[in-house]
């Protein structure tokens, strides 16, 4: 568990950084070797003349993302897409070992000092590749670039649906190669989650918190394979733009309690950890890929889930 002053900082930071609680060895060196795979065969199926397999994993998905114009990105996020079209063969990735870290103890135990030990897993969860800004071409489709390019400014309950606006939601987000300022770690404003949920755009050309409602102590957390962020739901963040000539690797996942809306109702969840229940947790890797499957099946075809939270026409953001 962490220490009460961590629950401290958080109540009023809105974030903490759990340092060194995640063995890169045993816990994110398997899903590094699970991505070299999904690299591997997509590689032999998008680019096969020039698909590199001698690389390092991070510079097989870079190689991908570079010549598929982030064509590829959806065969490696671990969610259905929200702004593209939901097809009976949408790709996703639901290996073993992210399930592992979704389940990973030390991860909850971090979790559960701050929602309780009745854990559900929230649907809202990314992995996220981030070429450098240098290699990103313009075909690259713009939503395809929110998550693999610089992230603008938002808070996390202003991407769920209204009815988990008292869910109490907890964000992780944690890397797997170093995170710096250079190649865009994530950047919050301490103790804006104090504001409520501020007014946010999400127009064709803009998603994001307009810029006069930023706080002004904007503050960069460069971070470590094994370190945590865990973010309030209502903390100001956004990422840097990558500018290395390297990868930034990472996964952003979300938990709230059991029993609580998790603002994306269309999608799979899953008890993750339950002390009172430990009978409900889903422990077995194949049904929370199953789960994914079958809400593909039911929104296969079908208009996309409304998400209307925001007014696509807003005046205040044109
Ligand atoms: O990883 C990033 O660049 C941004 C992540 C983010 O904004 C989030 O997890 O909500």
């Known amino acids: 568990m962490l220490s009460s002053n961590l629950l401290d900082e958080f109540a009023d930071q809105g974030y903490v950084i759990a340092r060194n609680i995640l063995d ?4 994110l060196q398997p899903v590094i070797d699970e991505y070299a795979s999904v690299a591997d065969r997509l590689g032999k199926r998008w680019i096969p003349d020039e698909y590199d397999p001698s690389e390092s994993p991070i510079e097989r998905m870079l190689q991908l993302m570079r010549e598929t114009h982030g064509a590829c990105f959806q065969a490696m996020d671990i969610t259905l897409p929200l702004e593209d079209d939901i097809l009976p063969d949408t790709p996703m990735h639901l290996g073993p070992a992210v399930f592992h870290l ?8 971090a ?3 701050f929602i309780g030990p009745e854990i559900l897993s929230n649907p809202v969860q990314h992995m996220r590749i981030k070429p450098p800004q240098s290699s990103i071409s313009a075909k690259n489709k713009p939503h395809t670039l929110t998550l693999t390019g610089k992230t603008s400014w938002h808070q996390d309950l202003a991407v769920v649906t209204e009815d988990a606006d008292q869910t109490n939601l907890v964000s992780v987000w944690l890397p797997l190669n ?3 300022v250079e190649n865009g770690c994530l950047l919050v404003v301490p103790g804006s989650h104090k504001l409520g949920l501020v007014h946010h755009c999400d127009t ?3 998603q994001g918190i307009p810029e006069h409602l930023i706080g002004e102590s904007k503050v ?9 962020i865990l973010l309030h739901p209502l903390i100001m963040h956004a990422s840097l733009p990558n500018l290395s000539d390297g990868g930034r690797w990472s996964f952003d996942l979300r938990y709230s309690p059991a029993g609580q809306p998790t603002g994306r109702r269309w999608y799979p969840e899953f008890i993750a950890r339950s002390r009172a229940h430990p009978e409900t947790e889903l422990t ?3 049904q929370w890929a199953d789960s994914w499957q079958s809400a593909r099946r039911a929104l296969a075809g079908k208009p996309r889930p409304a998400f209307a939270r925001w007014d696509p026409a807003d005046p205040l953001c044109a």
């Not at 890169?24 to 816990?27: C, E, I, M, N």
């Not at 979704?102 to 135990?109: I, S, T």
């Open 24 to 27: 890169p060895d045993t816990v």
């Open 284 to 286: 077995d890797p194949e």
């Open 102 to 109: 979704l389940r990973n103890e030390a991860l909850l135990d």
């Open 204 to 206: 064709p050309t803009f």
């Open 111 to 113: 979790v559960e000092t």
């Open 178 to 180: 170093e995170a710096t």
């Open 220 to 228: 960069p957390l460069p971070v470590s394979p094994g370190d945590v």
